[in-house]
């Protein structure tokens, strides 16, 4: 609808000009009150969608990613001071958790859920007045995550490779419980994390004297430590970076320099009885920079090319697109109201909408811009003769 904010208010006043008061009492029941299920709403739209999407493509990769909402006040639920996205820097906001799943040109959120920090979590009288249900307890972002993931698994999805920034990847847990589900991952980390150099590992248990239970856990020395992402990128030969590009971008093709290593990562090793598993990390060095940029943990095959593992972790860049739409078209983040319920309901609406959109441009073929629109034309009747068309059995 045209109006540039999707709030109730606005769009009671577009659809009943004559009589808004009504109108606004209703929206505001179905969006603040109703006690309608947004799981099995999403789930309903995504039915739909999703079969749209697998029309041409198959799941490509399920994308966790956190959006803030910039928020005054203290009394809308979820606000408090953390960092925004939206405005590159901690402010007054309120940040909710999201799972996507994308093919290779389309992507929709099919899980969405507020984060509620630990000053909201713990304070009864908040939680009362905003109608925080009594399940809802505090979890990090990466426990909300693994929830979603978790569910879309239960429901069936069709499985991709999941990719997160470095506010997940960092989080051992989730990698560990990804590799658990066997899910494949291209996790980006931050360079501090730690990471034992190609071909090394924590030293082994020592051998026991013979007394008590033989000592299991792995061990480090003063000679014997890992080194961070960081340090090793450091240290890689100059033949090792590779410029791969990824994708066209608005005025030409997209483009860095990568490497990739086979690593254990360190984290917390002296308490397991086994090394971490080897996975790939990927490092990003752009030309025009002093040193790295970016590093990602991945999980994907020990055979997987670089081209490969760059393309995925770029991938990420889709549900920009999307964020982008839900807020400055679709209204995502015009909320006004303070409840647990109004805010996951708008975002349902929201995501809904969005997913109707996804539905409908699938519908045309890669060449619609030659004009070939892939629409489907009803059935001609089989008497049907169009006006001036020469009579079948007249004689020419």
């Given at each position: ?116 920090p630990e000053v909201w979590a713990n304070d009864e009288q908040r939680r009362e007045k905003a109608g925080v249900p009594a399940e809802i307890k505090f979890q990090t972002k990466p426990q909300i995550a693994l929830a979603e993931i978790e569910r879309a698994r239960e429901r069936g999805v069709p499985e991709g490779v999941v990719l997160a920034d470095a506010g997940y990847g960092n989080d ?225």
């Amino acid at each position: 609808m045209p109006g540039e904010r999707k709030s109730v208010e606005p769009i009671a006043a577009r659809l009943a000009p004559d009589n808004v008061r009504r109108m606004h009492q209703s929206l505001h029941h179905l969006v603040a009150d109703a006690p309608w299920n947004d799981e099995a709403v999403l789930d309903r739209a995504l039915d739909t969608v999703l079969a749209s999407m697998l029309r041409q493509d198959p799941v490509m990769a399920w994308v966790i990613d956190d959006t803030g909402f910039p928020k005054k006040g203290q009394h809308s639920v979820g606000v408090a001071r953390q960092y925004c996205g939206q405005v590159g820097k901690q402010d007054n906001c309120r940040v909710a958790v999201s799972l996507s799943v994308t093919t290779g040109k389309a992507s929709m959120p099919i899980a969405f859920r507020l984060y509620l920090p630990e000053v909201w979590a713990n304070d009864e009288q908040r939680r009362e007045k905003a109608g925080v249900p009594a399940e809802i307890k505090f979890q990090t972002k990466p426990q909300i995550a693994l929830a979603e993931i978790e569910r879309a698994r239960e429901r069936g999805v069709p499985e991709g490779v999941v990719l997160a920034d470095a506010g997940y990847g960092n989080d051992t847990h989730f990698r560990e419980r990804l590799s658990e589900w066997k899910l494949s991952y291209v996790a980006g980390i931050q360079s501090g994390v730690t990471v034992w150099k190609p071909g090394e590992q924590p030293l082994p248990a020592p051998e026991g004297k013979g007394m008590g239970r033989p000592p299991k856990l792995l061990r480090r020395d003063a000679k014997h430590q890992p080194v961070t992402v960081r340090e090793l990128a450091l240290t890689l030969p100059s033949a090792a970076w590779k410029t791969v590009a990824w994708r066209q971008g608005v005025k030409k093709k997209l483009a860095s320099r990568f490497a990739t290593v086979r690593v254990r990562c360190a984290h917390r090793d002296y308490w397991r009885a086994e090394p971490h598993a080897e996975e790939w990390l990927l490092i990003e060095w752009p030309k025009d920079e002093r040193e790295p940029t970016k590093y990602w943990f991945s999980t994907l095959p020990a055979k997987t090319s670089l081209a490969a593992l760059v393309h995925l972790a770029k991938h990420r860049w889709i549900i920009e697109r999307d964020y982008e739409e839900l807020k400055q078209e679709l209204g995502l983040g015009h909320f006004e109201g303070r409840g647990w319920r109004g805010f996951h309901h708008h975002a349902t609406l929201c995501i809904v909408a969005y997913g109707f959109l996804v539905a409908e441009r699938t519908r045309f073929s890669p060449s619609a811009r030659a004009g070939q629109l892939d629409l489907r034309a009803p059935k001609v009747p089989p008497r049907f003769q169009p006006r001036g068309a020469a009579h079948p059995g007249r004689a020419a």
